[in-house]
C-alpha cells in the first residue's frame, strides 16, 4: 500500500462483504419460498425478503464502488486522501442507513417502488453519503495527478449520485412515475455503473498484467463511449409497454442492441490486456475474477440482454422468469464479480500479507459462477414455457406457475452452491492467513 | 487504431458523443411524458381516489410479489389488467367488491399454494385501490399483454 489513506477502503469492502452475506442467504429465503410457499408467510412474507434480498444488493455493490474509488483514487492521484474522517463518517452512515432500511421493512414500513422502497430518511442518509463522498475524491482528483482511470471512474460516480434524484421524484401519474423510475434504474445499470467498471476494471489490468497505461486508457475512451451512446437511447426498451411512445419500440430495440458492444469490448480488453501484459502477477484468483467478471458480465448483460430485449421478442417475454434469469447474471458478472475481483486484489495488500495466490478465494470463484450460471439456466427454461403457456396459450398465472415447479427445486439447489461460495470468499478473505496450496517447483523451458 | 485514434481523440468523441445523446435523450423524454399526460393515459381522469390508491398500492409494497404493466416481482399475476380479467374495467362498484371480497381472503392457507399476505386496509382505502387498479388498467400500453392472462 502506497498511501496511508487507501487503508479506508478495508472497512468498505468488510461492511459489504457483510451484507452480501445477507444478500445471497435472503436470496436462499426466497428460492425456498418459490419451493415451499407456506414458509414464514404470515411473518416474513415474500415481498418483504425480497426488499431486502435487491437492497442489499444495490448497497453492497454500492459500498464496494465507494471503497473501490478510495482505494484507487489515492494511487492515482498520487497523494492521501482529502480526508479520512471523511470517509468513514460517510461509511457510518451508510450503514446506520442500511440497518435502518432493514429494521423498518421488518416491521413493515417501506415505500412500494421496486428497488427504491427505503423510507424518506434513509433516502436522505444516501443523498449526504453520496454528496460527502464526491467532495472527498473529487477534492483528492482535483489536487493530484489526473489520469484517464480517474476521470472516468468520477464521471460515472458523479452522474450516478446525480440520478439518485430521480429516487425522490414519485408522480401520481403511474405511467409518469415508471418513466423516472429507469432514469434510476436502467440509467445506472446500463450507463453510468458501466463507467465505474470500466475503470475499476482497468485499473486492475493496469496492475496485473503490465501493459503501457497509455493503451489501457485509450480502450478505456473506446469503452465507455460504446456504453453511453447506446445505453442511453437503449434505456427505450424499458419503454415499449408503460404507457410511452410507439416510436421507442425501433429507438429501444435499435439502440439496445447496440449495448452488448461495449460488454463485448471489455472481455476482449481484458483478454488482450493479459495476452499482451509481460507481468507474471502472483494474485492469481484477482486476475481470475477480472476475466470471470468481463466474460459473464457479456453473457449476462449483452447475451441474456439481448435475448428479450427486441420488442418484437419483449411482447411476449416481458416480466416472465426470462427476466429474472437476466436480472440475475448480469449483475453477478458485471457488478458482483468486478467488485470481488477488487476485493481479492486489495484485500491481501491493506491486510499486509503479499504475495499472495488464495487457492481459497478461485475455488469459490467456480462455486459461485457455477451456481448463478446454473441458476441463469433453469430460470431461462422456466421463463420460456411459462411465456409459451401463459402468453401464447393464454393460461393463467397460477396454473402455469405450478408446472413450473422442478425448475424452482432446482434453482434452489443453485442457490445453495451460491452461498456456499459467497461464504467461501468471505472465509478466504477475512480468516485465512497463509497460502493453503504450496506452489510447485517452477519448470524450466525446455525440459 | 494507432494513428487515427489518439488518447485525446478518443476522449473527445467520447464527450461531444456522449453530449448528443444525452440532449436527445431529454427531448424525447419530454415528448414522452406530454405523450402520457395527454393520450395515453386520459382514458380515464387521475382522481383523488386513484392518487390515494396509488399510495395504498406503494405503502403495502404490492410491487414485491406482482408485476405491474409487466414491471415488478414474478412471484405473482399481472394485475395492470386485472380489471379486465375480472370483467369490471367499467364498473367501478363491483371492481369494488370483488377486490374486497379476494383481498379479505387472503391468506389462503391452503398447503403448497403461495400466499398473498392479509392487510389491514379500510373501506376507503380498498375503494382507492380498485380505482387505481381500474385507472391503470385503461393505460394505452401498446396492446400489451398480449392476452388477458396478463
Ligand atoms: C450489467 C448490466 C445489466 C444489468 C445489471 C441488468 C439488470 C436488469 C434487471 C435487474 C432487470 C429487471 C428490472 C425490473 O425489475 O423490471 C432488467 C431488465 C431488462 N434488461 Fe437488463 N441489465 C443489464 C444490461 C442489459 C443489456 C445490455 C440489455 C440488452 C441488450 C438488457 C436488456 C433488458 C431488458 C429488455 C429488460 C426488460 C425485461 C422485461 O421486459 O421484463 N439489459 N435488466
Ligand atoms: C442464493 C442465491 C440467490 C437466490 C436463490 C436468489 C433468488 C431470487 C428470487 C427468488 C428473486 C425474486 C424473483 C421474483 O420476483 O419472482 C430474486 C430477485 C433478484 N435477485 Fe436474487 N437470488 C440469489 C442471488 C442473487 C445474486 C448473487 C444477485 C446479484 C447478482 C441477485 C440479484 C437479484 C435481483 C437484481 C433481483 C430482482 C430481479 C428483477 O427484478 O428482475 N440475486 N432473487
Ligand atoms: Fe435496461
Redesign the interface.
Known sequence: MKYQSQQVAYAYFVAAMALFGIQVLGGLLLGWIYVSPNTLSEILPFNIVRMIHTNALIVWLLLGFFGAAYYLVPEESEREIFSVRLAYFQLAILVVGTLGAVGSYLVGIHGGREFLEQPLWVKFGILVAAVIFLVNVSLTFLAGRKTAITNILLMGLWLLCLLWVFAFINPDNLSLDKMYWWMVVHLWVEATWELVMAAILGFLMLKLTGVDREVIEKWLYVIVATALFSGILGTGHHFYWIGTPGYWQWIGSVFSTLEVVPFFAMMSFAFVMVWKGRKNHPNKAALLWSLGSSTVAFFGAGVWGFLHTLHGVNFYTHGTQITAAHGHLAFYGAYVALNLAMFTYAMPILRGREPYNQVLNMASFWLMTGGMAFMTFTLTFAGTIQTHMQRIVGDYYMQVQDELGLFYMMRFGSGVAVVLGALLFIYSMLVVRREVVKPGPVAVPGE | ?SEL???SR??N??YG??IF??V??VA??A???R???RT??SGME?SDA??HG?HV?????????H????????????VGNVMTRWGVLDEPEMAYEMLDAWMQAQ?SGI?????M?HFEITEEEMRALSE?LR??DQ????N???????
Open positions: 487504431m485514434l489518439t488518447k478518443a476522449r468523441v467520447f458523443g456522449s445523446f444525452v436527445v435523450f424525447l423524454t415528448d414522452s411524458h405523450h402520457i399526460t395515453a393515459t387521475l386513484v392518487r396509488k398500492w406503494e405503502r403495502h409494497s404490492c410491487i414485491n410479489c408485476t405491474l404493466h409487466g414491471e415488478g416481482a414474478y412471484f405473482a399475476p399481472e391468506p398447503e403448497g399454494r403461495r400466499q399476505p387505481f385507472w391503470a393505460t394505452d400500453t401498446q400489451w399483454p398480449p392476452n388477458d392472462a396478463g
